[in-house]
């Protein structure tokens, strides 16, 4: 029996490196993307950017060496066996078409998160505009100023905090501050209700923990996208000893089914009350308070408004949210406060809308201003809040780059725009920030604690860093 057992596992050893050779040797000479220019590892296997993103310098350097590819290469280059990049802003109108364009994502990209049935995570075109249509509308100009009156709430909590820090003189942890201040914001206004992360900074940074934790794992879990769904069906318990960041991150995505069941339950409590009433009206057009009741008010079928599904888009929104505009306001804060003239002439243009340095105004008269949208928009250009790929599939239409076509079924890539919801955090964070008080950079070098050197997802700054802090030195 040990004889034939070792012939068996010779016969399938041989296999799997025959087949490997023969997908190397397909993906070198006669994939559909084999007359692209690019380095032949990169065309031959996937492996490559894993294991760059991983060993590499300080990890998570594959973005650079995409940039010395275009260097070398020329604008489009195929950075792995079924991807090309594209480096010219003229050419993003062509990958990310409108209505008529179909575009398929990625499914090692979108799955990474173990959310395959959130918008994000969802790869096919038709279904992810299907289900995009309850969150934009959650999220879109008219609701985000209905919100307004929680976002400046969130933000006057801050400044509470700021207060804090002056008068025990305390130097600020600009990445535990904001990303408090981001995630309680957008817990209340997508889900009702927040950690208070804001007043817990070692529980924020805990959170901080868990963002980073992904990142440097996101490498393996698109090569195994199964790992978070199957870590999803075990008992998270002994997760906290094997890897205690892992566990954080499924207990979030628990926390997020506990929500949308509780709101399930909640809508169908109202729908059973109004019936009784004989309440009319179209649900659609109402006003909610959670992400959650907005979904299942929707014309989305049935089996979209699952608790487990729609956990899937409250985890996506809510790490990408919290995470991304916390970072932008990190950078934001950190070049006003590096450029005294910007940080006084942003007080004095927020002096001409706020009278009092807690005076609370519409957000379109902050959106009116104009010194204050520089900073933000700079912050965004500066920041480049994700530093990773996004790829589109064209599913029935091949791609023209000069004189390249792209053929239908492989990926292009460029960048994507950041979340609208951001804008209003941003503008009423900001406002009520620097109207109220003055602040000064303390032991922090731009070089080693803002500008980014690697990333999996999200830029990083240098991993010897000790990120931006800074102190209150006037309430105004």
């Not at 090692?108 to 998160?113: C, F, G, P």
């Not at 209700?193 to 959170?207: G, K, S």
């Amino acid at each position: 029996m040990a004889m034939i057992s070792v012939v068996a596992i010779g016969w399938v050893t041989l296999a799997l490196v025959l087949y490997n050779a023969a997908l190397v040797i397909y993906r070198l000479y006669f994939h559909p993307l084999a007359r692209f220019p690019g380095p032949k590892i990169a065309a031959a296997t996937a492996w490559w950017e894993c294991l760059q993103d991983i060993f590499a310098g300080q990890g998570g350097t594959y973005m650079n060496q995409v940039e010395e590819m275009h260097d070398i290469y020329g604008p489009i280059v195929r950075v792995t066996p079924d991807e090309v990049h594209v480096r010219d802003s003229q050419w993003s109108h062509v990958l990310y078409a409108g209505p008529g364009h179909k575009r398929d994502k990625d499914p090692s990209l979108a799955h990474a998160a173990g959310t395959a049935d959130g918008t994000f995570g969802t790869v096919s075109h038709t279904m992810h505009r299907r289900r995009r249509v309850p969150v934009s509308s959650y999220f879109s100009k008219n609701s985000v100023t209905e919100m307004q009156n929680r976002i400046w709430e969130r933000a006057g909590h801050m400044c509470d905090v700021f207060q804090k820090h002056y008068q025990m003189n305390r130097v600020v942890n600009g990445r535990a501050t904001f990303l408090g201040w981001s995630n309680d914001t957008l817990r209340s206004c997508a889900f009702g209700e927040c950690l208070n992360l804001l007043d817990d900074p070692q529980r924020a940074m805990a959170f901080d923990r868990v963002f980073k934790a992904f990142a440097r794992f996101y490498p393996i879990l698109k090569q195994f996208e199964w790992i978070i769904p199957v870590a999803l069906e075990l008992p998270i318990g002994p997760f906290w000893y094997i890897y205690t960041p892992l566990a954080t991150l499924l207990t979030v995505h628990v926390e997020m089914i506990r929500l949308a069941d509780k709101s399930r339950q909640e809508h169908e409590a109202t729908q059973r009350l109004e019936k009784l009433q004989g309440v009319p009206g179209d649900s659609e057009k109402r006003n909610y308070d959670s992400l959650y009741h907005a979904i299942l008010a929707s014309s989305l079928p049935e089996e979209e408004k699952r608790p487990e599904r729609m956990a899937h888009e409250g985890f996506e929104v809510l790490l990408a949210g919290s995470d991304t505009t916390a970072r932008t306001m990190g950078i934001a804060v950190y070049h006003v406060l590096a450029n005294k003239d910007i940080q006084v002439r942003l007080r004095k243009e927020l002096e001409t809308v706020m009278p009092h340095p807690q005076s609370v105004i519409e957000l379109r008269t902050l959106e009116g201003l104009p010194w204050l949208n520089s900073i933000i928009k700079e912050a965004l250009r500066i920041g480049k809040v994700t530093d990773h790929r996004l790829s589109l599939i064209p599913t029935e239409e091949s791609l023209q780059f000069q004189d390249w076509i792209i053929p239908a079924g492989v990926y292009g890539t460029n960048r994507l725009a950041f979340f609208s919801f951001a804008n209003a955090e941003l503008h009423i964070g900001l406002a009520r920030m620097f109207r109220q008080f003055e602040f000064e950079l303390y032991d922090t070098v731009r070089e080693r604690d803002i500008d980014h050197t690697w990333a999996h997802i999200a830029g990083e700054p240098d991993k010897s860093g000790k990120g931006l802090r800074f102190k209150v030195t006037k309430v105004l």
